[in-house]
């Protein structure tokens, strides 16, 4: 079996991809890739919290591989650390990264053309799915997954802090895509298949950051004492 990391931005997405690739059965997953902003100490964009990230690992049963970003972090800054993160990989054995993205060409586009070269096969075990069938099957799973960030342009801001459910897909307005793969929100995994218990989270402050709605998930007091993680 390929020895590989799975890209991990502490959403469904990624959390889901985690998931298919354990069932296929063709795969060892060595653990988490994550980058991490060193000035806030929480995941790039998804804005998570190293605590409530460092959770989502224990349930997993893997280990987290940060990649730590400056803040501001350039594209030139970006792709080094990156670059460092995939020469570390290829030393530890690893043959591919996993990655959860859907439909979009362009990105899938740059994951290959960073990753030609370095030893590292980019996978998308969830390229192409329909992503109305996509969500539906995510939630029939048992996944749960609270929104985190949202951009106001797209969609309303008041969705910021809301679990993505059934009743809340109904009230996306029809050019909203339903696993939003145009950016239109980002989401905290934190029950489902992947992962042996559901992780304990609280919603925390929203505040609107560089254009964005960020809507904090910290873990509860019971939680912080029996998962293991630091709880700063």
């Known amino acids: ?18 998931h298919v690739l354990r069932q296929s059965g063709e795969y060892e997953i060595a653990g988490l890739l994550t980058t991490v902003n060193t000035v806030f100490d929480r995941v790039a964009m998804h804005g998570t919290r190293r605590e409530v990230l460092e959770a989502q690992a224990i349930a997993a049963g893997l280990p987290l591989w940060t990649v730590p970003l400056p803040w501001p972090c350039s594209n030139a ?10 020469e570390r990989a290829v030393a530890s054995g690893m ?12 990105v899938r586009r740059y994951r290959e053309e960073r990753l030609a070269g370095t030893g590292l096969q980019p996978l998308f075990p969830l390229w192409g799915i329909n992503t109305t069938e996509l ?22 801001k008041e969705f910021a802090g809301c679990d993505l459910d059934e009743l809340l897909l109904e009230q996306f307005s029809p050019e909203i895509d339903p696993c939003a793969e145009n950016g239109e929100f980002h989401t905290y995994a934190y029950a ?26 910290k873990l509860t007091p019971d939680a912080v004492g029996a998962s293991g993680v630091s709880g700063r």
Do not use: H, N
Not at 1 to 18: F, N, P, R, T
Not at 135 to 156: E, N
Not at 193 to 213: C, H, L, N, Q, T
């Open 95 to 106: 043959e591919g990264i996993a990655f959860g993205d859907l439909f979009l060409q362009d």
């Open 1 to 18: 079996m390929k020895k590989i990391l799975v890209s991990w931005s502490s959403g469904k997405d990624s959390a889901w991809a985690l």
């Open 77 to 86: 800054e970006y792709e080094k650390a990156m670059s460092s993160a995939c």
């Open 192 to 217: 489902g298949p992947m992962f042996s218990k559901p992780i304990a989270i609280e919603s925390g402050e929203v505040v609107e950051r560089d254009g964005f709605i960020f809507a904090d998930v």
């Open 135 to 156: 969500v539906q099957t995510m939630l029939r799973s048992g996944l749960k997954a609270r929104i985190v960030c949202v951009d106001p342009k797209k969609l309303p």
